[in-house]
Nanobody, 124 residues
Framework: VQLQASGGGLVQAGGSLRLSCAAS????????MGWFRQAPGKEREFVAA????????YYADSVKGRFTISRDNAKNTMYLQMNSLKPEDTAVYYC??????????????????WGQGTLVTVSS
């Protein structure tokens, strides 16, 4: 499975961006996909996840109400709509996929497939 993230960029505080993550390769049967982010000098942190088949969604408290995760099963693509962006949202955003329904969707070490990351910079 290959994951290709895109959509990052520079935006002013209060603005919006939409990230995309396209999956390709072997028959795609991941149980869940997620977005994680890593700011300079900080550890990678969970942002949001979605269960691929049923569409259940999960969010970090820091983005709840501002970010929306979604997926298009036909296109094997996941999205992250980010609104009301804040400078503290600045980070490299990674998309990831996990093949097993077991384990926590919040933990990055449960995910076996990762995209290359896309940089989001929010200016104040």
């Amino acid at each position: 499975v290959q994951l290709q993230a895109s959509g990052g960029g520079l935006v002013q505080a209060g603005g919006s961006l939409r990230l995309s993550c396209a999956a390709s390769g072997r028959t795609f049967g991941s149980a869940a996909m997620g977005w994680f982010r890593q700011a300079p000098g900080k550890e990678r942190e969970f942002v949001a996840a979605i269960r691929w088949s049923v569409g259940s969604t999960y969010y970090a408290d820091s983005v709840k109400g501002r970010f929306t995760i979604s997926r298009d099963n036909a296109k094997n693509t996941m999205y992250l709509q980010m609104n009301s962006l804040k400078p503290e949202d600045t980070a490299v955003y990674y998309c990831a996929a996990k093949g097993s329904p077991l384990g926590s969707d919040y933990d990055h070490y449960e995910y076996g497939y990762w995209g290359q990351g896309t940089l989001v910079t929010v200016s104040s």
